[in-house]
């Protein structure tokens, strides 16, 4: 299921905190919960809701307002696994204590999208659950529109729980019902409310979790830790007293970047304490990598991916959908990059690049799978010398044309540099002019930094006071910024942005320049480009000195970046290769010891290797040269990690169905196996945004059919009534020019998971499967998706990704042993 970003049309929320949830008591909850609610009770309870609207509520929307058109909308399960926690509620209903333990395990794991469907669950079972409430404000914390409308849903029935539980809604009231306050001031008296109930109620370990949460951060927030000791000591209260709670995640958190050695107990425990949740798994990676235990980081950031994609797997959620997700990916091809076993990376970086992209999710602009697949992908065949690969790969479409200009102008780089080093030099000479145009375009005057006067003009908003409002200007650019304040502060930051743009493009340009010079038999002026660029790390220079003729220089630049990347395996491998075509034998043998423990893990076949292994019978050492991997003995009970789950995302299987057309024809999904298929599940002719979201398909469907993709469409009304619509309108049945089934039973609906399972009423979904019957891109919810251009070009791109339409990694011999 994928998010919707708002549109237009809008309802106005419910008023009484019951109405909120009436519609929440139906029959899906039967299907998924066995709760066994009659059929005429749900019907009743959707009629009262309705009824209590302000206004009619529009197909596909909550009958609860704004903000529960967003969020999970199919029911949770009780998982297990997500910590051991204790949040007691006012509740008689069995299962709502359950459903708020789990909650707030997520919570504790920052796992806010199914914390937020463990609460919406609870809401279900008991509507007049506040915490429930508080739970749903607690998981938005990103969010904070969304957050402040569910707490007033919690505010409403304070007077229906006890004191403890009212503390609790309070203390977040202090920081959202007063938004008007500086953000610090509001953080500090958030604290000070949570110190309150630690100070009522000390054996309620989730507020002193959630307080030493909160004051860690608050420490980037504007409200420094005067003192971690004090932090550290209020969470050892919690683990002394539970020793498996999940605030071993905020220890982690309070010494990462302080001192990580005094987390090492925690990093064990992490994942254990909490092993449904991969954040908690990945989490213990941050110490190991701050400790430059690089093979130890890795193996936590592959737990945390195959918890994910586990449960992604389960629950058909798109990986993007959890918030942190892409972070987890790039941290783990990192930290496969730091131990050598770069074919991997390659292979999930890859498989981040092939993850459907939605524009509210993961733009390419943003800081998802579609920025960082490509990103750690270049990185990689750059950093090892993968030329070969990197040519492969824009072949397979996992390199094509970066909507990012900087990913954009890295990719040409990178391709030319493969080109030039595998003497394409035409093909190299085209990248770089391609390169060249990038680095001129969009040159009009922009504002350098610390210059504030040509932003101020351009961005002057329409409704600055009127003259005679102001006061006499003294300095006109002072009184400018003053008069408008977030105005000329995005100006400078836009003027800002696009001259570090400018020059990160022509630094980019002088590095490609650098490999240039290089294949062109001239290392001299190669280092000049590299120099001038400012983007060639020690390791390249130390490469590109030794080709000037300059070993001595060339061995310190190597001695360096092996000094200052401890635990790392390449520029270790580079500062022994190098020793050894020095002919330093003694050193070279020393250092070669280094890497034979470091490069554990290391893929045998690179670049890096291959020339290192022609030293090696010289000094009899063995082919494979590479040292069995230890175990530190700090690392705790570790599962085996191909048991949390597959290490990279599949796309789901696509039930088959069988739906009757408006011809009377019957038609099946396996019908169109071989050929990908774009499904559109629209809420009846009588929803308007729907019929306009079928127009805005219907013009394209030529140019879909030119990738071989057919369009479909399946309607929640009932054949007759579909085929009456379009006998009554020729023209809409023109402007419609594809299938159009019908599906009153929601069968498909319910199979494809666009049902809200708390209201039992369909939602909106735009579907691509493709010729082996995978789901391959979704959109799920209140509205539809319109942009039909868009579904177009991301299906012709993930279509087109060739043998790698599920990835099959290439395996390191790590991962044969």
């Not at 329409?462 to 000329?488: G, L, S, T, W, Y």
Request: hydrophobic share 40%; glycine share 6%.
């Amino acid at each position: 299921m994928y998010l919707v970003p708002p549109v237009c049309l809008r309802i106005a929320p419910n008023a009484g905190a019951l109405s909120v949830w009436l519609g929440f008591v139906v029959a899906g909850l039967a299907v998924v919960g066995g709760l066994g609610l009659p059929p005429d009770r749900v019907a009743a309870a959707e009629v009262a809701a309705a009824e209590e609207n302000e206004a009619e509520v529009p197909a596909g929307h909550s009958y609860h307002g704004e903000a529960f058109n967003e969020g999970p909308r199919q029911a949770a399960r009780l998982l297990g696994g997500t910590g051991k926690v204790s949040f007691p509620v006012s509740s008689t209903e069995p299962k709502v204590q359950e459903f708020i333990d789990q909650g707030v395990g997520q919570l504790h794991g920052f796992w806010y999208f199914e914390a937020e469907r463990s609460f919406r669950q609870a809401a279900a079972l008991d509507p007049e659950c506040a915490i429930a409430y508080w739970g749903m404000a607690m998981a938005n914390i990103n969010n904070e529109p969304r957050a402040r409308e569910f707490l007033k849903s919690a505010t409403k029935l304070k007077g229906q729980i006890d004191d403890r539980e009212r503390m609790w809604v309070e203390s977040l009231e202090t920081f959202y019902g007063q938004a008007k306050r500086k953000d610090v001031e509001r953080r500090g008296q958030y604290v000070r409310a949570l110190e309150d109930i630690v100070h009522a109620y000390p054996d309620d370990l989730e507020a002193k979790a959630f307080l030493a949460c909160q004051i860690w951060h608050n420490d980037a927030k504007g409200l420094p830790i005067t003192s971690h000791e004090a932090v550290d000591a209020l969470i050892g209260q919690v683990l002394a007293a539970e020793p498996m709670h999940p605030a071993h995640h905020y220890r982690i958190h309070l010494w990462d970047e302080e001192k990580p050695g005094r987390a090492l107990a925690s990093a064990a425990l992490c994942g254990p304490a909490a092993p449904h949740i991969a954040h908690m798994w990945h989490m213990p990676g941050h110490i190991y990598s701050r400790l430059h235990r690089y093979a130890d980081a890795a193996w936590q950031q592959e737990a945390s991916a195959r918890v994910d994609h586990a449960h992604l797997a389960e629950f058909h959620v798109f990986p993007d959908q959890i918030h942190n997700y892409a972070h987890n990916q790039e941290w783990l091809i990192r930290d496969l990059n730091f131990v050598g076993r770069a074919h991997t990376a390659v292979a999930l970086a890859k498989n981040l690049i092939g993850l459907p992209r939605h524009p509210a999710i993961n733009p390419p602009s943003g800081k998802g799978s579609a920025h960082f697949g490509p990103l750690r992908l270049l990185e990689t065949l750059e950093r090892y010398e993968l030329w070969d690969e990197a040519i492969s790969a824009e072949d397979e479409g996992y390199l094509d044309k970066h909507d990012d200009p900087k990913i954009e102008a890295k990719r040409l780089s990178v391709l030319a540099a493969a080109n030039f080093q595998l003497e394409r030099t035409e093909r190299g000479i085209a990248l770089v002019q391609q390169l060249e145009q990038l680095a001129k375009q969009d040159r009009q005057p922009v504002a350098p930094p610390g210059d504030d006067k040509l932003v101020i003009e351009a961005k002057k908003p329409d409704n600055r006071k009127k003259p005679e409002d102001e006061k006499p200007p003294v300095d006109q650019q002072a009184i400018a910024r003053a008069d408008q304040p977030e105005a000329a502060k995005d100006g400078r930051k836009k003027g800002e942005s696009a001259v570090k743009l400018r020059r990160d493009l022509e630094a980019i340009l002088e590095h490609t320049r650098g490999y240039q010079s290089l294949a062109g038999g001239n290392p001299r002026q190669a280092l000049a480009h590299f120099e001038k660029g400012k983007r060639a790390g020690k390791l390249l220079l130390s490469r590109v000195h030794l080709a000037a003729g300059n070993p001595g220089k060339a061995e310190q630049l190597a001695r360096e970046a092996s000094a200052a990347g401890p635990g790392e395996f390449l520029p270790a491998a580079w500062h022994a290769e190098l020793l050894f075509r020095l002919d330093r034998r003694h050193d070279a043998l020393k250092a070669f010891e280094r890497v034979r423990e470091l490069g554990a893990d290391a893929d045998l076949d690179l670049p890096v290797c291959h020339r290192l292994a022609k030293f090696t019978p010289d000094y009899d050492l063995p082919e494979d040269w590479r040292y069995e991997p230890e175990t530190a003995d700090d690392l705790g009970q570790r599962p085996a990690a191909e048991k949390l789950g597959p290490l990279t995302f599949t796309p789901f299987r696509a039930d088959d169905w069988e739906l009757t057309d408006v011809a009377g024809k019957q038609v099946r999904l396996s019908d169109y196996r071989g050929r990908p298929v774009v499904l559109l599940l629209y809420l009846g002719m009588g929803c308007v945004h729907c019929v306009e979201q079928l127009k805005a398909f219907g013009p394209l469907k030529d140019e879909f059919a030119e990738s071989d993709i057919k369009l479909v469409a399946i309607g929640t009304d009932p054949i007759e009534d579909t085929a009456e619509s379009l006998a009554a309108d020729p023209e809409r049945a023109k402007q419609i020019p594809f299938p159009l089934l019908a599906d009153p039973k929601l069968t498909v609906f319910k199979r494809y998971l666009a049902i809200d399972d708390f209201e039992h009423k369909p939602m909106h979904a735009t579907i691509l499967v493709d010729g082996e019957g995978f789901i391959r891109w979704q959109d799920i919810g209140y509205e539809p998706f319109v942009d039909a251009r868009f579904v177009l070009k991301e299906s012709r791109r993930l279509l087109g990704l060739g043998a790698a339409r599920r990835t099959v990694l290439r395996l390191s011999p790590l991962d044969m042993k």
